[in-house]
């Protein structure tokens, strides 16, 4: 974007400061219409955004000179457009075959054959003793598997127990394991590096409980390095491969424990539900395509209105997981202050992306939300049947939704400000026709073509993650200084080293 699109976003702000959100609506005839999109199980309503129908279409005009349509050709050809480690972007080609591009089909008929590889590893720990599965993973190589495992599987445990290792704390590794039996336990090792420090030592920790390598997996795009490090067999090895980013790979084999605790079916039909969502992200005209509504939208949030946080409220306790998903989606790949050439974007990139599951938290943070000094936009995320037999929950859990959003939205006058709800605080309502494998599907891709619809106007790479960089070079130093084989330099970390005791 550049910085005359930007300040004639910010006017078109200006001149509706002192518009309220009821009065949006009232102004303008068919905005509901306008702001609402069906895409197969998901429907969103974006028409409690604070941006009217001008607004709007110089959104659209941006989006129209920056050819998003263009853009999301590139994406699914598997151009490089990962320019800053020179590498092709293609998680799209892992669930579904829209490119004719052969770096795209190499990519989709690799991927099924990998699949199926993982189909029959399955199918084989189906027929062994073993009840129990851990998966030991970090970042992408953990939390997409985690949330959609958490989130699809059912009431009562299925034919595998799945259970997740992340943070390099010992803690979470005994408590993972204590309750187990060894005898009973298989666990996949995911990393498409290999040379990340949580997952090399609580590898080890999970390989040394187990007694050996027999019954250890790996899933990595440097299987070589896996299969060494923990003497696994190459046939107990899965690739994934350099163009798959970490936080867009839980459709590869880093799956794994996600097919394992739905069944390799369901999984499938999670792929399908992402693939059907692609076409639409590739396909739909701009002012119908609700990656571009939901992308723009939150261009307009952070550059016109500068609201500096997003919170996603899930009203399904079986998404609790989401927005610590959403955080390294979004935060990970948008989190950038220069473009791609290098040079220093213009205005903010991403804001803080945050959130919980409602109702729970209605009763925590809610209180800002509605009477703060900050204003936050939220992705409010509903499921329109429930599966659990409680309808009079869930028409409760759905009137909360409705309720909350109503009121961020209109407040609420009093003469007593204590007891005054100021109102115009934005939110879109998001609802997936019932949790399935396919919604849950679309859902996610849905958020994977806004962010990188946010990143095509931003000019910024969505896909490379060097901020994470640092802080883990700066451990490596100070590990030998807190084991006292060297010392810190910096003299507040010497101090904290002190008082460590050591
Ligand atoms: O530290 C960030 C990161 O590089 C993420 O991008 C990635 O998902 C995570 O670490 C784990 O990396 P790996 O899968 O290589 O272990």
Same mark, same amino acid.
């Given at each position: 974007m550049t910085a005359s699109a930007l !300040?004639?976003?910010?006017?078109?702000?200006s001149r509706l400061s002192g518009a309220s959100i009821a009065q949006l609506l009232k102004d303008e005839p068919g905005r509901i219409e306008r702001h609402s999109l069906k895409v197969g199980p998901l429907y969103a309503n974006f028409a409690r955004q604070r941006y009217d129908a001008q607004a709007w279409d110089a959104l659209l005009e941006l989006g129209r000179g920056l050819d998003l349509g263009a853009a999301f050709r590139r994406l699914f050809d598997g151009e490089k457009i990962n320019s800053t480690e020179g590498r092709s972007v293609l998680h799209t080609a892992l669930r579904g075959n829209l !490119?004719?591009? /052969?770096v795209a089909q190499e990519a989709h008929r690799t991927a099924a054959e990998v699949r199926q590889r993982m189909g029959a590893l399955i199918q084989a720990l189906e027929t062994s003793e073993v009840t129990d599965i851990v998966s030991v993973g970090? $970042? $992408? @190589?953990?939390l997409g598997p985690r949330l959609v495992a958490d989130a699809l599987r059912g009431p009562l445990p299925g034919r595998f127990r799945v259970h997740f290792i992340s943070n390099v704390? $010992? /803690?979470?590794?005994q408590r993972v394991l204590a309750p187990l039996d060894p005898r009973r336990t298989a666990a996949i090792l995911i990393s498409k590096t290999f040379g990340t420090q949580e997952t090399l030592l609580n590898g080890a920790i999970v390989r040394d409980w187990l007694g050996g390598s027999e019954r250890i997996y790996a899933v990595s795009a440097n299987p070589g390095r896996a299969a060494a490090a923990f003497d696994i067999a190459p046939e107990r090895v899965l690739p994934m491969w350099d163009w798959v980013g970490g936080r867009y790979s839980l459709w590869s084999a880093v799956g794994f424990p996600i097919a394992l605790a739905i069944g390799f079916d369901r999984f499938c039909q999670l792929l399908e539900g992402a693939a059907e969502f692609d076409r639409h992200a590739l396909e739909a005209p701009l002012e119908s395509n609700l990656a571009v509504h939901h992308g723009l939208t939150a261009v307009w949030n952070r550059n016109a209105l500068g609201l *500096? @946080?997003? *919170?996603?409220?899930?009203y399904d306790q079986r998404l609790a997981l989401l927005p610590a998903y959403l955080q390294q989606l979004v935060m990970e790949s948008l989190g950038k202050r220069v473009k791609v050439d290098g040079s220093p974007v213009d205005g903010d990139t991403v804001p803080v992306w945050w959130g919980g599951a409602g109702t729970d938290v209605q009763h925590s943070f809610f209180q800002a939300l509605h009477q703060g000094t900050g204003i936050v936009p939220a992705d409010f995320i509903g499921t329109v049947h429930n599966d659990d037999p409680y309808t009079d929950n869930h028409d409760a859990l759905l009137s909360n939704l409705l309720a909350q959003t109503e009121a961020l939205a209109n407040g609420q006058g009093s003469e007593d400000p204590h007891r005054a709800y100021p109102g115009g605080r934005p939110s879109t309502t998001?609802?997936?026709d019932a949790l399935t494998p396919q919604s849950l599907g679309a859902l996610l891709a849905m958020y994977e073509h806004s962010v990188y619809v946010q990143s095509v106007v931003w $000019?910024?790479?969505a896909f490379d993650q060097f901020g994470v960089e640092l802080g883990k070079q700066v451990a490596n130093t100070l590990l030998p200084a807190l084991r006292g084989q060297s010392r810190a330099e910096d003299p507040v970390t010497a101090e904290l080293i002190r008082r460590l005791g050591r």
């Open positions: !300040s004639s976003l910010q006017s078109h702000a !490119s004719q591009a /052969a970090i $970042g $992408g @190589s953990d704390d $010992g /803690a979470a590794a *500096a @946080s997003q *919170a996603v409220m899930t998001i609802l997936l $000019g910024i790479n």
